[in-house]
């Protein structure tokens, strides 16, 4: 018996599992539609059928072969490529049935689940920290560079750059959404992320009917929607650059959405749909219910769900990760409601790593606080961008032993990071954790809010609520 490619594979074996990719089903969002009293047809586009499970199972193929093509990838070659997760399964799929190697870069923001995922297809994978601008050497764009010019026989797709990315939605996904409508397509909405499938998508659409309205949906501080590329937490989505696929001619609205409506709202589709999708697919899902609303009955409303919510389990499906990060609410008196009691809450109170330790003695003194906590860029921050903490005894000790430290940057006498707590979590829940803490960073829709001291929470409870500050507004 010899071995290789049989000649007569019965009609329903496929050759390999790329040829699975694409094809994938469109569903009605039949409870969200009754719940939200849409009048409109809300349909999904399940790419976690994929068999990388995500919609970017379809530019790493088409990106690969074009560079076979191209010669730009030989024989025996490394693929080398900073991705969040999705990009790095489908490319490892692909490389893996045509016999090449893999290191990915991804940030610390990325789920412990998605690296894992990449590992088990064979990959290698290195991990940078986020809160680092672009052209820092440790950021995940720099160190890719790096790694692409030290590898030999090394080829970078660079999906944000890459023409095959938004091609291969020209070629696949724009004629499959219009074939499953049967041309009705009236809206599209999908994350805005690398861009190519927004922009493949639309291209393809707007040549069949130059009035279906393509919708970007995008995390709230992305560039796409006006912001500055941070702070969000929402993964796979947004950037902090416009890469070379974003065609804003193309698309008629762009939707801005938060963490928290992201999260929440990824959670209420598996609850209600039974469909577990990710955090970037609640943020297109939101972004669908607010157009959807506004539309027709004769609309059909097609939102693209990019990947499942398996890679999320640790996070947004996880319940403490979520109350620890502010984003849910217990049902006791909670911090939040304290915090309102005592006069709200002003600006969070910081340094920079770089200020000196004169500066933040200074600030100490003026605003009556013995913690600050030290963060990278500037207001709001993410809970990533939080360095540590500086302490007025730590800083006193280390003036009293050499007064020049008081002209150090504070990273030189920085301290570890302050426990965590979310706003929305009951107030006996801060009392024990500040049996072995001396403060607590309060973090609020995965943002700090301020610094939770032991006397603060003596003021709620002496005071009966009513008055008090909290040291760090």
């Known amino acids: 018996m010899t071995t290789g490619e049989p000649t007569d594979l019965p009609t329903g074996i496929a050759p390999s599992v790329l040829e699975l990719i694409g094809n994938t089903p469109l569903v009605r969002l039949k409870r969200l539609s009754e719940e939200e009293g849409i009048t409109a047809t ?4 399940m790419e976690t059928t994929n068999p990388g499970g995500s919609s970017k199972d379809r530019p790493a193929l088409q990106m690969i072969l074009d560079a076979e093509a191209s010669g730009d990838l030989l024989p025996g070659g490394t693929i080398v490529e900073p991705t969040s997760g999705n990009t790095g399964v489908g490319l490892a799929i692909v490389a893996a049935q045509r016999g090449y190697h893999c290191i990915f870069v991804m940030t610390d923001k990325v789920a412990p689940e998605k690296v894992d995922l990449l590992r088990a297809y064979g990959a290698e994978v290195v991990v940078c920290p986020v809160a680092v601008p672009p052209d820092d050497p440790e950021s995940y764009y720099s160190v890719a560079e790096r790694l692409v010019s030290e590898t030999p026989n090394a080829y970078r797709p660079n999906q944000y750059a890459n023409p095959s990315n938004p091609a291969a939605h020209v070629a696949t996904t724009g004629p499959e959404l219009w074939r499953q409508t049967d041309g009705r397509l009236t809206h599209f909405i999908a994350g805005a992320g690398t861009c190519g499938t927004l922009t493949g998508v639309a291209r393809y659409l707007k040549e069949q009917d130059p009035g279906v309205r393509i ?12 912001g500055s590329g941070r702070p969000y937490l929402v993964e796979g989505v947004g950037e902090d650059f416009f890469p070379d696929a974003w065609q804003e001619n193309l698309y008629d609205d762009i939707i801005a959405v938060s963490d ?12 209600t749909e039974g469909i577990l999708v990710g955090g970037s697919g609640g943020m297109v899902v939101a972004a669908a219910i607010k157009v959807a609303k506004a539309a027709g009955p004769d609309d059909v409303v097609v939102v693209l769900n990019p990947d499942s919510g398996r890679g999320y389990l640790s996070k947004v499906f996880n319940d403490d990760w979520m109350a620890n990060f502010g984003f849910t609410t217990s049902g006791g008196r909670t911090l939040a409601d304290a915090l309102e009691q005592a006069g709200g809450m002003q600006d969070l109170l910081y340094v920079n790593p770089d200020d000196t330790v004169r500066h933040a003695i200074d600030l100490m003194r003026t605003n009556g606080v013995s913690q600050l906590p030290v963060c990278k860029n500037t207001p709001p921050f993410a809970e990533a961008e939080v360095m540590g903490a500086v302490d007025e005894l730590v800083l006193m000790r280390a003036a009293a032993d ?8 504070v990273e030189e006498v920085l301290g570890p990071r302050l426990p965590t707590i979310g706003i929305g979590q009951e107030v006996g829940l801060a009392i024990e954790a500040l049996r072995t803490a001396t403060a607590l960073l309060v973090l609020g829709g995965g943002r700090p809010c301020c610094v939770l001291t032991r006397s603060d929470v003596l003021g709620f409870l002496e005071l009966g609520d009513n008055s008090g500050g909290v040291e760090g507004d």
């Open 260 to 271: 928290a409506e992201s999260f929440s709202m990824a959670r209420r589709v598996a609850r």
């Open 42 to 45: 809300l349909a999904m586009k």
């Open 215 to 226: 919708i970007a949906a995008d995390p709230e501080g992305s560039v796409y929607s006006g």
């Open 402 to 409: 050499d007064r020049a430290t008081l002209d150090l940057p």
